[in-house]
């Protein structure tokens, strides 16, 4: 099973509307960190987390990391075509000096 | 600043050949991280490398290797190339905060 639960994979939206990506660990978090890719290429770094309840926006996103339920939300307001894209979190757990990484939510956002 | 140049963007090579793929980390930056991306497994940690000494390995095969220089430059090489080694190879390096950039990737088609 995946160490990182993203949800939901996919996820279709009118445009303007708000919505939330969720990233749960099964292990404990030590760091969090969100991507963004277009489709084959890399991956844009968005924010990074490191501390329970710490909360970080920039522009319309709003990342939250929830330390006592190792899960982090990615929130985006009144969203635009220029969100589309995949978001891919990113943690170091327990005992792992590397990232481990979620499935990945293709968001679509519709006009 | 420059950010993570990965060479080539794109390699297709037949079957049983070998492949060496490059990482330039950005400035300063000492360790450099390599990713293989698949639509199936998605994200997978490779290799990471720190002062040119691998510091941590995931779960692929021994064809599979790489190597740091002492200018914090990497290399990925896969050795006997099958179809399935056929994805978008990435790699990030990072500092000491922790945070993570990634290059843009080498796609790499495996015919």
């Known amino acids: 099973s995946q160490e990182l639960e993203q949800s939901p994979q996919s996820l279709i939206v009118q445009e303007g509307k708000n919505l939330t990506i969720n990233c749960t660990s099964s292990k404990t978090l030590y760091g969090l960190y969100w991507y963004k890719q277009k489709y084959g290429e890399g991956l844009i770094f968005l924010m990074m987390?490191?501390?329970?309840?710490e909360e970080k926006s920039h522009e319309k996103i709003t990342a939250k990391l929830d330390e006592k339920k190792q899960q982090s939300s990615l929130h985006i307001t009144a969203s635009q075509p220029s969100h589309a894209g995949i978001y891919l979190c990113?943690?170091?757990?327990?005992?792992?000096?590397?990232?481990?990484f979620g499935q990945g939510t293709r968001l679509t956002i519709n006009p | 600043k420059a950010g993570v140049t990965q060479t080539p963007r794109y390699l297709i090579k037949t079957r049983g050949q070998q492949v060496t793929l490059s990482c330039s980390p950005i400035s300063g930056h000492r360790s450099v991280s390599w990713y293989q991306q698949t639509p199936g497994q998605g994200l997978q940690f490779l290799f990471e490398y720190f002062s040119e000494t691998q510091r941590n390995k995931g779960n692929f095969p021994g064809r599979f290797s790489g190597r740091q220089f002492s200018n914090s430059r990497s290399e990925m090489n896969v050795s006997t190339l099958e179809l399935g080694d056929s994805a978008l190879y990435l790699c990030a390096s990072s500092q000491l905060d922790g945070s993570y950039t990634f290059g843009s990737g080498t796609r790499l088609t495996v015919v």
């Open positions: 990113g943690a170091e757990l327990q005992g792992a000096q590397k990232l481990v």
């Open positions: 987390l490191q501390k329970g309840g």
